[in-house]
Structure formats: C-alpha cells, structure tokens
DNA sequence: AAATCCCCCAACCGCAGACAT
DNA sequence: CATGTCTGCGGTTGGGGGATT
C-alpha cells in the first residue's frame, strides 16, 4: 500500500523519496522527462485513473498522487502553458467573485488551464495586491458573498476559512450592498444554489438605474428599461484589472469594462449582470467537434439559453441568454427588451458592430436591438437561478420553441450554437434537478448521477475516473460507438427522471454527440465534469472573429440542430 | 557585482467524498 | 455498517530566476 500525505514514510533519510509500503522508495520533487515518458505512456495505454496502479505496473518511483498531479498539470493533451489572456484573467477574476477559492470550477472554464495555474495565478496576485493596499477585485465588481451572505452554508473545506477571510481584508465592499458577516465569506455551493440571483452587481453611485442583465434574475429593476434608456445609459467607468501583472502597466490587461466617457463620472450607476461565465457546459470536445466539422465559426461563449430550473415556469423560460463571457474576437451580446419586462440578448456577429458608447464591457453590451421578438418571457414568471452547480451541471439551457421565430441572421448567428448546447446541458440539468428534488445535496456532485461515455469495450479499470461526466479514454475512444447512458443514475433519480422522456434526450443528445469523428479532440483525453465547457479559445483560433464562416453552416447542420429537441413535460419539478 | 525582493511555478500535504470490500 | 482505498480539491511550500536596489 502505498501511504499518503503525513503517513509517508521517509526513506533514508532523504526528504525527496519516501517509501511504500511494499518498500519501495518513492521519489519526490521534480519530475524528469524520463518519469514523464513513462507516464506518458502508461497513461496512454491503460488510461487515467488508478493512478496507484502506475508506480506498480510500471516501476515509476511516484506515488499515486504524485501521478494524477503530473498529468493533470503538465501531461495531459491540449494544455495551455503560458500567461494567462486578457479574457482569462477576465474571467478569473470573474469566477472568483463568483465562486471565490473554487479552483478546480474555475479551471474548468478555462480550457487548457488548471487549476494549479489559476491558484497559482490568483495568489500570486493576491499578495501584491496586499502589499500594495489594493481590492482583490475591480472597484465596482461584488462578489457573490458580498451580494448574498449566505446563513446556512456548509464549509465543504475548512481550509476555505483562513484563506477567504484573509483575503476579504482586502476587499472593498460597496456601501450599498450589506456585508453581512458569515462564518465565510464566501459562498459555498449550497449557498450559491441557493442564491436565485447569479448576476454580479456593479455599483457606482450617480444613478439609480439598475441594468439587469439577466432577464432571470430576481433584480428586477423597478424601472423597466426602455430600449433607449438601456442603451444610452451604459455602465459604469472602465475599469481595469488589479490581476494584472504590474509588468504591464497596472492593469492593463484587464480593461474589464469600458464605459463612455459620459458615464465615467457617474458614480450612481446600479446594474447587474448575468452569471458571467457558464460554470458547466457541454463537453467541449463535443462542441468543438462539431463546429469543426462544419467549419462553422460559432463561438459558443454567448449563447441563447433557458434555464429550466425549478420552480421556474416551463411556459415562462422561453429563452434568455446568457452571456458567460467574451473575448475580443468573440461575438458580442446585444441586449433586449421585450414587452414584458424581462429583457434578452441577442449576438451581434462581431464587436465591430458595437458603437463605441456601447462597447463594454464586452459581455454586456446594452445595446438594443428589437427584432428579437421571439425571445417572449411571459408576464411575472417565476425565476428561481441556480447560482453555482455541482461540477456536473450546466447551467445553461436553450429551448426553443420555435425557432423560426428567429430572424435569418440570428438563426445563423446563434440558433446552431445554441441549439447545439441545449442536449447536453439539458440532460444535466434535468438531473441536477431531480436530483436536488431528490434532496440531493453538497458540493461534489453525485457521481452517481453522472452520465458515463465510454468506448462499450473499454473494460479496464483504469479510466475510472468517477467524476468524469463523459469519461473517455483517448485513444480508445470510438465515437462511432459512444454510449451514453443513465446507468450510473441512481433509481430514485431514475424515477424522477421520466426515463422515457430522459431516453429520447439521451438519444438525442448522442446524435447530436457522435456524428463526426474522435470526441477527443484534443482538448483533453478526458471530459471531466469540470470539463464540459467550450474552448472557446479554441473555437476563436479556428475561426474568423466575425460572422462569415457561421453563414456557411450548411443546411444539413441547421436542420441537425434543429432536430435537438428536449422535452421537460414529463420531468418532476421542473415545469 | 552582490544582495534582496518578488514572481512564477511545480509539487507536496491534508482533508474529505465516493466507492469498494 | 465499518473500514480501507482511491481520487480530487484546496492550501501551502520552496526553488529557480528575473528585476531591483
């Protein structure tokens, strides 16, 4: 047996190797390229998982731990190494005003990244931030567990508690928002579920207009916003990142926000906007899979969504959008207003088509544009968001009902993208939700309740990575042959389920899945839970910034997408 | 040129959850 | 049901190296 953490036993003295309990000594501390290669290779035969199995099939001097952390971090396909983007460190900063210490979520929003390096990454900056008296996060930026102390939240990791009050020292909470004080400031996954609000909050002072960005969020202003008045009355100043690396100006990387001069000075203004980021979307191998087979330049970061969330009213969610986040090539959101109150969004193809006024922050542009009737959010409808998720679920979910009424443009800006996230973001939905119905609770998701894809000969142990929502070894992997299945779902949530509807998603979710070639696209040989984003990164690489290369989607992928189709009628608690 | 500071990064550690026995 | 094992997550440490003093 090979021992762990302070069980170890020192081998010879020697602080770099400790010993097993086979005796075997266990090297410590960095790793040589001979160890990687045979990593390498093992890993690749035999697939991840079982990572004790690696020191005994193959003699390689590490312990299990040792082995998972190498790969993850520096073995694994399609790591990104590097410094962190413009739009990553957006986005981290976003995640963490949202989640704060959850590394591991964060990463997986960040393909390639790990969350070794968003740690790493965020405490690095934390000390000088520290050092130099600044706020972890831009001035007009609250984190979740400023907006929304929750009373009952469950501290997962005691750990969490040293670290999220030191670093609240460091953070200027806005006079206008309540700091009530908790045993952590930060929310914990319950408390975030519990949260029907996802959207952060910008403040400033000099008007009372509140943007909601997130036509699901219970901040409703009390003053629904005319088409003009969202328009001309953007968001606060531009704001820069105290992330970024002082070798770069103060913050220049990190224009978060760029606000019209006229709004620089105007303190008052009150907004909030959605849930940055997606926490879970679909694999994204899948995503990218099936935009590179149409060489569709889809970019999957803003994508129309509904949220069939309990106690959310099915006839209410007839779309609303989401905007997880941008990039600068990425396609920008437009906001809307219907004629009920509940406002939505649609893409403009490229960020070009902003005026300047309206131009950030880039995942929230106001910028109306009306034609975007077919959004239609039903009189005092009641939202209930889902704030953060169990690493399984997705957040975001599209259901269309008819699709046609779409304008041309928009079904050819966002329909297939969207459309093509709806499967299976729905099916982990519906079974977050049955399974919070169930009462299921905590903060690591059930792995029980996960979906399992695998190669159906894949019968080694190895891949046995419990929390992988599809766990797929790379070079076994035959997509041809995917199966998808509810095995591992418990019955009770089977029951809650309507297997019969949740059979026909299934399928649907595996045409939509398998139709083209390796899922494991090299974005990672192993989807995890944490994984089932969309490199957006990765989409932006393949594609052109603008809009061109989605018009040449063809007929047969529009009608494909169309297909996609999820029925909630028979789900429990979800209509 | 040397000392110091600081950043970055890899890796380790402890803990807790899930699962197997 | 109890116990052991495996795994993942988050906190922490320490070394390398560049920048600064």
Not at 53 to 65: D, E, F, M, W
Not at 190 to 215: D, E, G, K, M, V
Not at 325 to 343: D, E, K, L, R
Request: proline content about 10%; hydrophobic content about 25%.
């Amino acid at each position: 047996m090979i021992m762990y953490g302070g069980e170890i036993e020192k081998a010879g003295g020697s602080a770099n190797h400790m010993s097993n309990g086979g005796g075997v000594v266990l090297k410590k501390g960095p790793w040589t390229a001979a160890e990687d290669e045979i990593l390498s290779v093992y890993v690749r035969e035999n697939g991840e998982g079982n990572w004790n199995a690696v020191q005994k099939n193959t003699g390689l001097a590490r312990c299990g731990k040792s082995c998972r952390l190498r790969w993850a971090n520096h073995l694994r396909p399609n790591l990104r190494k590097g410094s962190f983007t413009g739009d990553e460190e957006r986005l981290i900063i976003q995640l963490h005003a949202q989640l704060g210490n959850k590394w591991a979520r964060m990463a997986a929003q960040l393909p390639g990244r790990t969350d070794n390096e968003i740690k790493n990454y965020w405490n690095t900056r934390l000390k000088r931030l520290q050092r130099q008296g600044l706020p972890l996060y831009p001035p007009d930026i609250i984190p979740n567990h400023q907006l929304h102390p929750h009373p009952h939240h469950h501290q997962q990791n005691h750990h969490h508690h040293q670290q999220h009050q030191h670093q609240q020292m460091y953070f200027q909470p806005q006079s206008s928002q309540p700091n009530t004080p908790s045993s952590s400031p930060l929310p914990s996954p319950t408390a975030i579920n519990a949260n029907p609000s996802s959207s952060f909050t910008f403040h400033s002072t000099n008007t009372s207009t509140a943007y909601l960005l997130h036509p699901l969020s219970p901040h409703t202003p009390t003053t629904p916003q005319t088409p003009s008045q969202l328009s001309s009355t953007p968001p606060p100043p531009p704001l820069s990142s105290p992330l970024s690396s002082p070798r770069n100006n103060q913050y220049p990387t990190l224009p978060l926000f760029t606000f019209p001069s006229s709004q620089i000075n105007n303190n008052n203004t009150n907004f909030t906007f959605p849930r940055p980021p997606p926490l879970l979307q679909p694999p994204s191998s899948l995503l990218a899979k099936r935009y590179n087979n149409s060489n569709t330049p889809l970019n999957c970061i803003n994508r129309v969504s509904t949220a069939p969330f309990s106690p959310v009213s099915r006839d209410s969610y007839t779309s609303f959008l989401t905007l997880p986040y941008s990039s600068p090539t990425a396609q920008t959101a437009t906001y809307h207003n219907t004629n009920n109150n509940y406002p939505s969004f649609s893409l403009n193809p490229s960020p070009s088509s902003y005026p300047t006024t309206t131009s950030s922050p880039s995942f929230l542009h106001s910028q109306y544009t009306p034609n975007y009737s077919s959004t239609t959010f039903h009189n005092n409808p009641v939202y209930s968001m889902k704030q953060e998720f169990p690493s399984n679920q997705i957040p975001q979910i599209g259901v269309f009902n008819n699709v046609n009424n779409f304008t041309d443009n928009e079904k050819q800006n966002n329909t297939n993208l969207h459309r093509r996230s709806i499967s299976c973001s729905l099916l982990e939905d519906v079974l977050e939700e049955a399974e919070a119905l169930a009462g299921g609770d905590g903060d690591r998701p059930s792995k029980r309740r996960q979906l399992t894809a695998s190669p159906p000969n894949h019968h080694n142990n190895n891949n046995n990575d419990n929390d992988n929502f599809f766990s797929v070894s790379f070079e076994q992997y035959d997509s041809s042959e995917n199966i998808c299945s509810l095995q591992d779902l418990k019955p009770k949530e089977e029951e809650s389920l309507q297997m019969n509807t949740m059979q026909d998603d299934i399928a649907k979710l595996l045409d939509w899945g398998s139709d083209s070639g390796e899922i494991s696209n090299g974005q990672s040989s192993v989807l995890t839970d944490d994984n089932l984003v969309l490199d957006v990164h990765q989409l932006n690489s393949l594609f052109p910034s603008d809009s061109t290369a989605a018009e040449t989607r063809t007929n047969d992928e529009q009608n494909n997408n169309d297909k996609i189709n999820c029925s909630w009628d028979n789900l429990h608690g979800v209509s």
